[in-house]
C-alpha cells in the first residue's frame, strides 16, 4: 500500500546570476522560463538552463535553488562561465561545389554583451564566390520579436552544370517570433537583381533565351516545429518545417513555392553506451508555381545532386537537354535519406566520425515553354525529363579540423537514368551534415 500526499508549493522568490562579466542580465533572464513570484517547477527549471545554454555564450551554465526567507520560498542562483563570441577566420581549402576557396570571417555573436549577432564573410572561389553582411537582435526592443538583415553579392560559376554565370545582388529584411515552446515562425522579404551572363554559344536553347537580367521581390514566410533535444548537435527528437514564397510584389517574376523539410533522430546510446551512435531519417521537398502567364526561369528551379543527392553530380539528376548535356532544373523536387552516425574506434580528441547513408529523391516537371520530346541525342534542343527516383548509397567521414569542419563521402548511384551526372567522390570544407 502506499499513500502519497503532496508536499508543499515553494515559489521562486529571486532569481540570481553570476559570472556573466560580458553578457547582460536580461540577455539570460529573457531565457527563464519562470519569474519571481512564480510556482517553483522542475521541468521549467531545466529547460530555462537548456535555453541558456543554447545561447552559445557561455561554457557552464549551473541552476540551483537555496531556501528563500520563508518555507515556501526559494531563491534561483544562476552561476554562467563566460565564453568567447568574438570569431576570426581566415582559412582556404577545397569544395567539390566550389573548387579552392579562401575564406575571411568577421563574427560576433553577442555583440556588447547584447545577445546581436553580427556578422561579415568573403569567400573567393573558383565557382563561387560571397560576400555577406548580417546582424540579427533575437529579441527586437525586449519583446519576443527576432529581427535582423542581410546584404549580400553572390557570384557562381555554372559553366560545368548549365553553361552560364549567375550573379545575385541584393538585401533580405527578417522578423520571427515564438509561438510556443517548440513552435517558431518567421517572415522574410527579398529584393535581389539577378544577372545570368557569359552564356555559351553551345549552351541550350532554353537556357540561352533566359540570359539577362531580372528583379526578385519575394516574401517568404517558415514554420518550425522543434523538439530536438539540441539545435547544435541533435542526437534525439525531430524537427518539422514547412514554408512558402511568393514572387511578384514589384519586380518581374512571378511565382509561388511551396517547399518543406524534416529530420528524426534516433538515438542508440541505451543499446550501444555511446551517445555518438545516431539514425537519422530526412525528407524534403518542393514545388514551384509560375503564374501571370509566365514560365519559370532556370535561376529560381530545383536542382537535384551533390548535398541533397550523393553519388550525383551538382544538377546531375533531374530534367536535362542531353543534345548540350545541360542540367535544365525541374520545378518539383523531392529527398529523403537514411542515415547511420557512428563514432570511429580512435580517440575523442581527434574529432573524427564516420556515417553510412542511402539518399533517395526525383526532381521532374518543366515549364510549358520546355518539354520531353522523346527524340534522339543527336537532335537539337533534345529534352529529357524523368519522375522516377533516383538512389545512391554509400559511406562517409567527418573530421573537426581545426581549420574547420571537413567531411568526405563516397557514394555510387545505384539508380539512375543513362544521361545522368554521378559522382563518387565529394570533399566538402567548413559545412556540417
Known amino acids: 500500500t502506499f499513500e502519497i500526499s503532496e508536499g508543499p508549493r515553494a515559489f521562486v522568490e529571486r532569481i540570481e546570476i553570476g559570472g556573466n562579466t560580458r553578457t547582460q542580465d536580461r540577455v539570460i533572464r529573457r531565457e527563464f522560463r519562470l519569474a519571481e513570484g512564480d510556482p517553483l517547477v522542475t521541468q521549467q527549471v ?12 557561455f561554457s557552464d551554465v549551473q541552476v540551483n535553488s537555496t531556501p ?5 520560498r526559494v531563491i534561483l542562483n544562476t552561476q554562467v562561465t563566460e565564453r568567447a563570441t568574438g570569431e576570426f577566420t581566415l582559412g582556404g581549402g577545397y569544395s567539390t561545389d566550389a573548387g579552392f576557396l579562401a575564406d575571411i570571417g568577421l563574427r560576433e555573436r553577442n555583440l556588447l554583451g547584447t ?4 556578422r561579415s564573410n568573403l569567400t573567393l572561389a573558383q565557382k563561387r564566390s560571397q560576400v555577406d553582411i548580417s546582424v540579427t537582435d533575437p529579441q527586437f526592443l525586449e519583446r519576443n520579436l527576432a529581427a535582423g538583415a542581410d546584404v549580400f553579392l553572390v557570384q557562381r560559376n555554372l559553366q560545368s552544370t548549365s553553361g552560364y554565370n ?10 520571427g517570433y515564438e509561438i510556443n515552446e517548440r513552435l517558431r515562425q518567421t517572415w522574410s522579404y527579398s529584393l535581389v537583381n539577378r544577372n545570368l551572363y557569359d552564356v555559351d554559344a553551345s549552351t541550350s536553347q532554353f537556357i540561352q533565351e533566359q540570359a539577362g537580367t531580372t528583379l526578385l521581390s519575394q516574401l517568404s514566410t517558415t514554420i518550425t516545429y522543434d523538439h530536438r533535444d539540441s539545435r547544435i548537435e541533435p542526437r534525439d527528437g525531430y524537427v518539422v518545417r514547412g514554408g512558402t514564397d511568393v514572387a511578384g510584389l514589384g519586380g518581374d517574376v512571378y511565382y509561388v513555392r511551396l517547399r518543406g523539410d524534416g529530420q528524426y533522430y534516433i538515438p542508440f546510446e541505451r543499446l550501444l553506451g555511446d551517445p555518438d551512435y545516431v539514425l537519422v531519417f530526412a525528407v524534403g521537398g518542393g514545388w514551384l508555381l509560375p503564374y501571370n502567364g509566365g514560365d519559370s526561369r532556370i535561376v529560381d528551379r530545383f536542382f537535384l545532386g551533390g548535398e541533397n543527392l550523393r553519388g ?10 542531353i543534345s548540350t548535356n545541360d542540367a535544365l532544373g525541374g520545378q518539383i523536387i523531392w529527398t529523403s535519406s537514411a542515415e547511420f552516425r557512428f563514432p570511429l574506434p580512435l580517440p575523442a580528441e ?5 556515417r ?12 510549358t515553354n520546355v518539354s520531353d520530346s522523346g527524340c534522339p541525342s543527336n537532335v537539337p534542343n533534345c529534352v529529357r525529363d524523368d519522375a522516377s527516383p533516383r538512389v545512391g548509397i554509400g559511406f562517409g567521414f567527418s573530421w573537426r579540423s581545426p581549420i574547420g569542419l571537413i567531411n568526405i563521402d563516397l557514394a555510387q548511384a545505384v539508380v539512375k537514368k543513362s544521361y545522368d551526372q554521378t559522382q563518387v567522390f565529394r570533399l566538402g570544407f567548413g559545412t556540417r551534415f
Not at 531545466?46 to 545561447?55: C, D, G, H, M, P
Not at 528563500?68 to 515556501?72: E, P, Q, R, T
Not at 581527434?350 to 564516420?354: E, F, I, K, P, V
Open 68 to 72: 528563500g526567507s520563508a518555507a515556501d
Open 166 to 175: 549567375e550573379r545575385r545582388a541584393g538585401f533580405v529584411a527578417r522578423m
Open 312 to 321: 550525383f553530380a551538382i544538377g546531375g539528376a533531374g530534367p536535362r537537354d
Open 115 to 118: 545577445g546581436v549577432d553580427a
Open 350 to 354: 581527434l574529432g573524427l566520425s564516420a
Open 356 to 367: 553510412a547513408f542511402v539518399d533517395v529523391g526525383g526532381n521532374y516537371e518543366l515549364p
Open 46 to 57: 531545466r529547460r530555462s538552463r537548456e535555453r541558456i545554454r543554447a545561447l552559445g555564450f
